[in-house]
């Protein structure tokens, strides 16, 4: 560090990881409330986690802290720090206080809405995404305020509360408060560590293009004994549609969908291939015994994760299997979802989907396809000053080199929103790392990455303050 915020960051960090207790305490304290925001039933909750965040924002020192609200949309929380002068950069932290539904309840080992720490691991709903992320914003900042009486770069503070339902209004939360969020770096901790005591900065996320597919048959359902042979099963000329879409590896085929696709360069290519290859990515992500890991052989399997699109049924309509009898139902609905690499054009892709499925369609079924709003992939190139700081900072917190790394899910608006202050650098990191399952059953929270994650945030300030404004 060039600057004179050595050993005031030094003091800081140490007082951060003195208070990893009540940093813990703070993530329980919002873990334990069920801001579920795809459920209309728990609004209420969301309202209470934004009041909690504000409490924990106002606790660590952050001024104008409050919630903010725009018409139709969860409430925000914003707040910030603004004493550290005109020439020393402005930082805005991201983070989101909602929560994916809990899934299934006996799948969890605890209650998902009772934090509970097993083997160094604090396990419930949302510990890892989010809450341990508005946690870190927070302690970073009361530790620099507990010491140095002052921060090294200018604060701002963004926690919404939507995010687990694709940000629908972020963008016009941000025209309308611009001002409120106008940064020079852009530092999300809504990512993670590349494995467990080695943390990343990731530069690339997968897009999203996701669609509703019904096929239709019959006005309604018929005796498949009097029928059964003649009359086309829905649920059977679904599934040959939905094998029509990839090949024997999973490889998804649909006419025109990878035209776009932009391949990495070759020196992407040799880092995702520095990073290894299969083994141990079975284990980390639980696969049962001799299943097999799927896509293009003959691509790095980090690169089949992160640059290329895949396939997903996530949601499937048919008759269940309580109360079901010998009949053909009338129609069958698949919800599918594909994560889009580089270079894919979301309308474009589901107008290839949608002509794949007319084309397709078994038997001359009925077909209606209903695409949902989705979102490009985004990668920026992890060089340059904030990247460097960045990489300093995990360094300094960790005790380990960070890993350059992509993540194969989306986060739709971190493009738009560094777009939107011209194209400042986004700094992705988190409090997540391969075994916190975050959207699973029994998701969790590693504490002892958590209290090197808060030290990184420290020590980025810091860093960030000696590049200077032009981070
Ligand atoms: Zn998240």
Redo the contacts with the bound molecule.
Sequence with gaps: MTNDWNSASESARAAARAAADAARNDVELLARIPSISADPARVPDVERSAEATVALLEAHGLEQVRIERIRGALPYVIGAWLHAGPEAPTVLLYA?HDVQPPGRLDRWTTDPFSPTERDGRLYGRGTA??KAGAVAHAHAVGAWLATAGELPCNVRVLIEGE??IGSPSLERFLREHLDDLRSDVFVLA?AGQWDVGVPGITYSLRGLASCDVRLRALDGPLHSGITGGAVPDPVQAMARLIASMSDDRGVVTIEGFADDVVAPSAAEREAIVALGGERGFARAYGLRPGVEIIGDDSVPVYERLWRQPALTVIGFDSHPITGSSNQIVAECTARLSFRLAPGQDPTAVMEAVTAHVERHRPWGLECDVEAFEGAPAWSTDPTGPAFDACRRALRVGFGVEPVAMGIGGSIPFVGPFAAAFGGIPALLIGPEDPYSR?HGEDESLHLGDFANLIASEVQLLAELAAVGGRA
């Design positions: 989101h995404d989010d995010e687990e809504d975050p």
